[in-house]
């Protein structure tokens, strides 16, 4: 049975920092793309970051220089450093583990049950 479980979410003013964190059982870790999601009302999930069994990694245009993806692959997890958020950054945040071999597919991997982050003006 896959587990995707993240933490780290709250409430935070604008200009400060979050780590979220997820730690996956069940799938081999080091043969997945591990990546963090975000949903806002009204809006569709969007890519926040992703990261390579080897750490390769890229970011959204919104996030670039903001925030870090980091794994640690023998503990299973992954993290997202948050600095400098702003108001529109409010969303859940989802953890994904996608295969190697389905990379380009996040849907076809596995999801976390979504972490709230919310951004105070």
């Known amino acids: 049975q896959v587990q995707l479980v993240e933490s780290g979410g709250g409430l935070v003013q604008a200009g400060g920092s979050l780590r979220l964190s997820c730690t996956a059982s069940g799938i081999i870790f080091s043969d997945n793309v591990m990546g963090w999601y975000r949903q806002a009302p009204g809006k569709q999930r969007e890519l926040v970051a992703r990261i390579t069994p080897g750490s390769s990694s890229n970011y959204a245009e919104s996030v670039q220089g903001r925030f870090t993806i980091s794994r640690d692959n023998g503990k299973s997890t992954i993290y997202l450093q948050m600095n400098s958020l702003k108001p529109e950054d409010t969303a859940v945040y989802y953890c994904?583990?996608?295969?190697?071999?389905?990379?380009?597919?996040?849907?076809?991997?596995?999801w976390g049950q979504g972490t709230q982050v919310t951004v105070a003006s």
């Open positions: 994904n583990a996608v295969h190697l071999r389905t990379a380009h597919y996040p849907n076809l991997g596995y």
